[in-house]
């Protein structure tokens, strides 16, 4: 079975994990990406940007830190290229893959991002995530730079694998990952 496939499998068994979660569950998560971000304030005087992410089905919404921090949304180009923008008060736009993302001309660069908050399918303890396989946030952090911008995974607890995920060579481990039960950073 080739990675791809495995990949594949993982993909479906995690997303009909996630669909089970309560609207209580994600909003406990939510609850402790405040609770991070609050402690991560604090420590740090100099915080420029936070980069979330438009959610999509069933994935924790942390949009509420809007209004408490600068955040930055991502904007996917056309060739699998991802980059993130201020999220201002203009109408947000449809990126590439359909996501909506804001509408600026000019994007952040790695020093500009304090953080990344990224969704998860699934999450395992050497910090290997599984997103849909569209490759975005893998692509960004091949570069060194953006490697060094902490990147927090954020799911439910019952999507973190007991078991090491099916690892390719360019799967970038996370800085870390937050659920309602635990904030493992």
């Known amino acids: ?8 499998i993982e993909r479906e068994t995690f997303r009909k994990l996630r669909d089970k979660n309560s609207f209580s569950q994600r909003e406990n998560v939510e609850k402790n990406v405040k609770i991070y971000v609050d402690s991560f304030i604090k420590e740090y005087k100099n915080i420029r940007y936070m980069a979330i992410y438009w959610p999509l089905k069933n994935e924790v919404d942390i949009r509420s830190l809007k ?4 955040l930055a949304l991502p904007k996917c180009k056309n060739k699998k290229e991802m980059l993130f923008y201020p999220w201002d008060e203009n109408p947000l736009i449809k990126d590439s893959e359909g ?5 600026n001309s000019f994007s952040l660069s ?7 908050f ?3 399918l699934s999450v395992d303890k050497n910090l290997i995530r599984l997103g849909y396989g569209g490759g975005y946030f893998d692509k960004l952090r091949r570069d060194k730079n953006w490697r060094n911008v902490p990147c927090i995974g954020v799911l439910t607890s ?8 099916t690892r390719a ?3 970038i ?4 990952f937050i659920t309602e039960k635990e904030i493992f950073v």
Do not use: A, H
């Not at 996501?99 to 509408?103: D, F, Q």
């Not at 481990?173 to 870390?176: E, Q, R, V, Y």
């Open 110 to 116: 790695y020093e500009q991002i304090s953080m990344i």
């Open 118 to 120: 990224v969704p998860c």
């Open 158 to 165: 019952n999507c973190v694998s007991k078991t090491p995920l």
């Open 169 to 171: 060579e360019w799967d």
């Open 99 to 103: 996501i909506l993302s804001p509408n």
């Open 67 to 70: 209004g408490r921090i600068s």
């Open 1 to 8: 079975m080739t990675i791809f496939e495995k990949k594949k």
């Open 173 to 176: 481990p996370l800085s870390g």
